[in-house]
C-alpha cells in the first residue's frame, strides 16, 4: 500500500489537461438563473424576475453576452410568450404579463443566450411555474407499486472480489424521490438491508463474487430488480470526502488478475485542472490524498485513467468551502400595523467578515399564501449544484440548508447517483477543434432579405443601411450575400422602437425592397417537468384570497363597472362618429374595445392584442413572428391561417407589422357560424381590426415599410409600491397583494451596505422576505426574514 500525494501534471497527462485548458478559454460556460417574486401565480397577475448571468468557472456576472432570451412554455412545448431582455453587466430585470385567459395548471419559464446553445439546450434555466385560477389542479394518484430503482456502483463498476458501495436512486411514478425499505438478496439468501432517505437515495456495501448474481427486494410491494452484473477483472475507485476532514482520500484497487500496472488519476471542477498524478498499481492497491483547498466550491470530478487516457473509473464529489457571501437583513421592528412603513437594513459580507459589493434582489410576499420552502432551488443551488449535473434535481435548497443534520450525507449520495454533463474526459482525448456554432451577441440581430423592386427577385450583393436614433444614436451597414440575405449584428434599441432600414442594390444604383424575415426557431426542448402542485393550505389560501381581490378589483373598477342614472334630456346637434367596427359584416363573434383601455394600448403588436383573450383563438408566439389558430373552423387547401382585415379590407398577416397599436380603436372576431358571410374566405375564421381614423392612404399589399417597427430589448416596469399617509383611510381600496414588495436593482455600497423603505398592506398575516445575489467576484447568497402585520 503506498500514500502518495498529487503533484502538478506530468507528461501523460498533457494533452488531456490542455484540452480542458482550450476548453475553458475557446467555450466559457454562460449560466442564468432567475429569481422570482414568488412560486406561483394566478392568471392575470405579472412575473416579477430577474436574471443573473454569470460566465467562467468562478461564476463571475459575465462580460461575453447582452441578450438573454426568456420564454414562457406550456404543457404542449409551445411557446406563449417570449421577451428579450438586455444585460450589459450581467444582470437584468423584467415581468412576464400573464394574460387573464390563461389555462391553470403547469407551465416552464425557460432563459438561455445565443452563445448557451454552444454546449447544448439542457444548459438552459428551466423553473416550473404554477397558475391556479379557481380551484388548485388535480393531480392523479400516484402508484404505490409502480417504481423506477436504479444503482450505481461507486466509480462506475462492480467488480468481483472488492467491496464496493453501492447507491441506488428510487422513483415513483411522478418522476420524484420516494421513500423505501428492502433487502439484497442472492437467490433467497438475505445479504443486507437497506432503506433509502426521504429524496428516495440511498447506498449499501455489497462484494460481488464469482458466478453469483444479485437482485433488490422492496418491502411492501415485493418489486424486485437485479443489480448490476459484476466484472471478472477490473478496478473500483472509493472515495472519503468527509466534511470534517481537511483532504479527500481516494482509494483505488485491481483485482490480482489485472495487467494495470500504472493509472492516472485527474481531478478537475468546471473545466479547472485542480490536481493530477501518475499512480503505481503493482501493488494492487493505491491511497491518493488531495487537499480540498486545491478545489473551489461545487463540483469535482475524479477520474482514473489508464496509460492511454482511457477512463476507467469516475467519481463526482461535491466540495463546500462554505465561502458564499453571508447576508443579513434586519428591520426596525418584528411587528407592524398594516399601512405602517418599514425599514429594512441590508448587508452583505465575504467568508472573512470583509463589507463585499454585491447585486440583489429583495421579495416580500405573503407566506400564508405562498408558504415557506428552505428546500426549493436558489441561486446558491442553482450555480454550484443543479447546473452541472445530468437530469432533475428535486429539492435542491435542502442539501444546503444547515438545519437538515444529513444534508452533507445526502449531497454525497447524490453525487454518486446523478450524471456529470459538462466537458467529458472522452471529448479532450478526441482532440477536436473547438469552433462555436453560435455567436455572443452583443445586441440584437436583424435578418431579412433584399429584392429588386421591379422583378421582385433577391437583390445579390446588395447592401442595407441602419439608422437608429434611441437610446443611443447608431448607424451600420450590412453586405447581402448571392442570395440576397443580410444579418445586422450587435443593435441596441427597446420595444416599439422605429428603426430605419434602407437597401440598396449592388454598387448602390437603386434602392432595393427589404423583406425582414423571423428569427430563427427557438430551441427544441428537452425538459422533463415533474408533477411537484401540492394541494397544501397555503394553495386553499391563495384561491381563497384570490376571489376577494378579484371581488374588490370588481368593485373598484369604476371604468367597466355599470350605473343605472336617472333619465336626462340631451339637447344638440349630432356629432359624427368616428368608424370603431365592422360596418359590412355584422357585429361577429367576439368585439374587444382597445381605445381608453392602457393594458391594450401598451401592447407591441396588433396580435397581442388577440393573444389570450378570446376563447377559442390561439396566437402563439409575439409580435411580427406568431402565429394564428381558431379552433372549431374548417381549413381550406390545407391552410390553418384566418382571414385578417382592416377597416373591412382583406390584408396579409405580415401586414399587420406595419399598424400602430395606439391607432386601433377596437377588433372583431368572426367564429364558427358568424363566417358564413365571408363565405369560402372566412372558412378558418376571421379577425378584422378597426382604427380611430379610417384611413384611405394606407395600401394593404404594401408590406415592407422603410421604417418597419421592431421588438426590441424588454422595458422594465416599475413594481408599484404605494406610498401611504396618516390621511389614507378605510374609504380607500383595500390593500391584499400577495407579493408586498419587490427590488430587483439593490446594490450594496463599498461598505457592503444597503438600506430600503416601503410600506404594508392591509393583510394581517406573517410575511417573508427572501433575498439573493450575487457579488462581484461569482460568490452566491440568499438570506430570509419574517415579520407579522397585526392590527
Known sequence: MFLISFSPENDSLQKIIAAFEQYVSVLPQEKIYLHQDRSYYASSETIWFKAYLTAGPYHEPSSLSRTIYLELINTKNEVIQEHTLFTPDGFASGQLQLPDSLPPGQYLLRAYTNWMRNSGEE??????????????????????????????????????????????????????????????????????????????????????EKGKTYKARIEGSGQE????????????????????????????QVTE?????????????????????????????????????????????????????????????????????????????????????????????????????????????????????????NIHSNL??????????????????????DREEALDILMLTQGWRKFTIKEALAGEKLEPAYRVEKGLTIRGVLKNQKTNQPEAQGSVSYLSLYPIAASKIANANSAGKFEIHDLIFFDSTEVMLEGKSKNNRSTA?????????????????????????????????????????????????????????????????????????????????VAGI????????????????????????????????????????????????????????????????????????????????????????????YTKKRSADFAP??????????????????????????????????DRRVTLYWNSTIQTDSQGRASLLFYNYDVETMIQAEIEGLSIQGNPGTAMLQYKIVK
Not at 616 to 624: E, I, N, R
Not at 657 to 665: G, K, N, P, S, T
Not at 705 to 734: A, H, L
Request: charged share 25%; net charge negative; glycine share 8%.
Open 384 to 405: 454550484l449544484l443543479t447546473s452541472e449535473l445530468k437530469g432533475y434535481v428535486e429539492t435542491p435548497g435542502y442539501y444546503f440548508n444547515p438545519e437538515n443534520p
Open 123 to 208: 444548459y438552459f434555466f428551466y423553473r416550473p411555474i404554477t397558475i391556479w385560477n379557481e380551484a388548485p389542479p388535480i393531480l392523479e394518484q400516484v402508484s404505490q407499486d409502480d417504481l423506477d430503482i436504479q444503482f450505481f456502483p461507486e466509480g462506475g463498476h462492480l467488480v468481483q472480489g472488492i467491496l464496493s458501495k453501492v447507491a441506488f436512486k428510487v422513483l415513483g411514478e411522478n418522476g420524484l424521490g420516494k421513500k423505501v425499505k428492502g433487502h439484497i438478496l442472492e437467490g433467497d439468501r438475505v445479504l443486507a438491508e437497506f432503506e433509502s432517505n426521504p429524496l428516495g437515495m440511498g447506498i449499501f456495501p455489497l462484494l460481488p
Open 225 to 252: 430488480v437485479n443489480l448490476p452484473s459484476s466484472l471478472e477483472s477490473g478496478i473500483v475507485m472509493a472515495v472519503i470526502n468527509s466534511p470534517k476532514a481537511t483532504d479527500v482520500v481516494i482509494k483505488i
Open 513 to 593: 425592397r427589404i423583406l425582414i424575415e423571423n428569427s430563427p426557431s427557438p430551441p427544441l426542448l428537452f425538459y422533463t417537468s415533474r408533477s411537484e402542485i401540492s394541494q397544501s393550505l397555503q394553495a386553499n389560501s391563495f384561491i381563497s384570497e384570490l376571489n376577494k381581490r378579484r371581488t374588490i378589483d370588481k368593485a373598484f373598477d369604476f371604468e367597466n363597472s355599470e350605473f343605472e342614472l336617472e333619465g336626462v334630456e340631451v339637447k344638440g346637434r349630432r356629432i359624427e362618429e368616428s368608424f370603431s367596427g365592422p360596418r359590412i359584416y355584422g357585429n361577429g363573434s367576439v368585439k374587444i374595445q
Open 257 to 377: 488478475n489485472s495487467q494495470i500496472q500504472t493509472l492516472n488519476l485527474l481531478a478537475q471542477t468546471r473545466g479547472l485542472i485542480c490536481a493530477s498524478v501518475k499512480a503505481d498499481l503493482s501493488k494492487k492497491i493505491v491511497f491518493a490524498r488531495i487537499p480540498k483547498n486545491e478545489f473551489p466550491s461545487g463540483i469535482a470530478q475524479l477520474t482514473a485513467l489508464d496509460e492511454n487516457g482511457i477512463p476507467l473509473a469516475e467519481r463526482l464529489i461535491f466540495i463546500d468551502h462554505q465561502d458564499q457571501i453571508t447576508i443579513s437583513v434586519a428591520t426596525d421592528k418584528s411587528t407592524y400595523a398594516p399601512r405602517e412603513p418599514i425599514r429594512m437594513d441590508i448587508e452583505v459580507k465575504t467568508k472573512d467578515g470583509k463589507p463585499s459589493e454585491a447585486s440583489l434582489s429583495l421579495s416580500v410576499f405573503d407566506a400564508r399564501q405562498i408558504g415557506v420552502n428552505k428546500s426549493k432551488d
Open 701 to 734: 399589399s404594401a408590406e415592407i415599410s422603410d421604417f418597419p417597427k421592431m421588438r426590441g430589448y424588454q422595458i422594465e416596469q416599475e413594481f408599484y409600491t404605494p406610498k401611504y399617509t396618516s390621511q389614507d383611510n378605510s374609504s380607500t381600496k383595500p
Open 598 to 689: 392602457l393594458g391594450l394600448e401598451n401592447q407591441f403588436h396588433p396580435l397581442d392584442l388577440v393573444k389570450g383573450r378570446v376563447a377559442g383563438v390561439q396566437v402563439t408566439g409575439s409580435g411580427p413572428g406568431s402565429t394564428i389558430l381558431i379552433r372549431g373552423v374548417g381549413s381550406v387547401n390545407s391552410e390553418v391561417e384566418p382571414l385578417i382585415m382592416l377597416d373591412d379590407i382583406p390584408i396579409r398577416v405580415a401586414s399587420l407589422d406595419a399598424i400602430q397599436v395606439q391607432e386601433i380603436e377596437s377588433y372583431t372576431v368572426w367564429k364558427g357560424p358568424d363566417t358564413a358571410i365571408f363565405g369560402v374566405r372566412g372558412a378558418n375564421g376571421v379577425i378584422g381590426f
